[in-house]
């Protein structure tokens, strides 16, 4: 089911951009462009045909090919990708949207709801939510009430299940949107007027976070960038959803620093079975891409950050760490450490992971 989804969206894009440049196109055409056989580039078209995602512009007429139109060049969906990764019984719930307004909106009405999810932050398009297991009933409805709300979370096997009740805007998103987006694999839905309910399952990812120091040399180069490249590098394996970077500033006056001693830190959401395969991969794009030897990665599993490993980022900020103490904190809070002498900044980075930004980018701050 999963992989229908992900074709439709895929060649719903395809098609849209088709008819928005040409005002038209063949079967051939998109045969070509998806690299899929005739047969089932027919299938695909005759398929949104019935949906009413796709008209028949003109029938075949002897030698001349079939054309065919998107209906609309409006957004088939305003949510662009649907994850969650899991840590015991927490859940982290990811939805980027096309829109920031929208992240916005439905950030507000999902705290002013309640229910399951217990903190919200937003990134731009990027609405990150703390949930727990479980279930909290909540009242959905007309201003003042929330129009929609996440009423509990469930773990399905390989899957997380989010109960969402919504009204109005929101209840269009759940039954016409949310299912296009990247990351769901299914959604039921259910009527109770004048609110939808419906379950959305997403796969428990796990989550990775990756800090990444002294890859930069006084002749060039610089860490945030690498940083972003391997962000890309990573997202590109299946299975791997990317989810953010972000840059933390470091002790100012460490010495043999290149610049203001920046570290950055980039997350992903990842398919259990896949953890061996980015670990092996990052290391090995860091390595050819750092330009300094003294490149350094810490590696580790999961979103939250234990009071021990916190201290160890402040410690970063305000002393000199050696490396057999950022060796000793990374064996006991689960983290790994490959490289040079970078990897005690990029352990710093990792400690630091979930701050704001306004700590984060300030050296000043040590608790």
């Not at 060039?220 to 933390?248: C, D, E, Y």
């Not at 290149?258 to 290391?283: F, L």
């Amino acid at each position: 089911m999963a992989g229908v989804l992900e074709h439709r969206r895929k060649y719903l894009r395809m098609l849209r951009q088709f008819t928005l440049e040409k005002g038209f196109f063949t079967v051939t055409e998109f045969q070509q462009a998806a690299k899929i056989p005739r047969s089932t580039a027919q299938d695909w078209v005759n398929r949104l045909v019935i949906e009413g995602c796709v008209i028949v512009r003109e029938g075949k007429r002897g030698r001349n090919a079939a054309t065919y139109a998107s209906i609309s060049a409006v957004p088939q969906s305003t949510c662009r990708r649907i994850f969650t990764t899991l840590e015991d019984n927490q859940i982290e719930i990811f939805h980027d949207c096309l829109s920031g307004a929208c992240a916005a909106y439905c950030g507000f009405h999902h705290l002013l709801a309640g229910g399951a999810i217990s903190k919200i932050e937003r990134d731009g398009t990027l609405l990150r939510e703390r949930a727990a297991i479980g279930v909290r009933e909540t009242n959905v409805g007309l201003p003042p009430l929330p129009a929609v709300a996440v009423n509990g979370i469930e773990c399905d096997g390989e899957f997380i299940v989010q109960h969402i009740r919504c009204i109005g805007g929101p209840a269009y998103s759940l039954s016409d949107m949310m299912a296009r987006a990247e990351g769901v694999c299914r959604i039921e839905i259910s009527r109770a007027s004048p609110t939808i309910e419906g379950k959305v399952w997403t796969r428990a990812l796990r989550h990775i976070t990756i800090g990444i120091d002294d890859t930069d040399s006084k002749d060039g180069g610089a860490t945030f960038a690498l940083a972003l490249a391997l962000l890309a590098h990573l997202s590109a394996i299946r299975g791997v959803l990317p989810i953010a970077h972000h840059v933390a500033m470091l002790n100012p006056s460490i010495y043999g620093k290149t610049a203001g001693n920046s570290a950055s830190i980039i997350e992903i959401g990842a398919e259990p079975d896949q953890y061996s395969r980015v670990v092996e991969r990052a290391i090995k794009f860091v390595a050819g891409e750092s330009l300094s030897p003294e490149w350094g990665l810490a590696i580790r599993a999961g979103f939250t950050i234990p009071d021990g490993l916190r201290e160890y980022g402040w410690l970063a900020r305000s002393t000199v760490v050696t490396r057999p103490v950022a060796e000793a904190v990374a064996e006991r809070f689960n983290a790994q450490l490959y490289g040079g002498n970078g990897v005690i900044g990029a352990l710093g980075a990792v400690a630091l992971s979930g701050l704001p930004n306004e700590i984060l980018l300030d050296p000043g701050k040590t608790r």
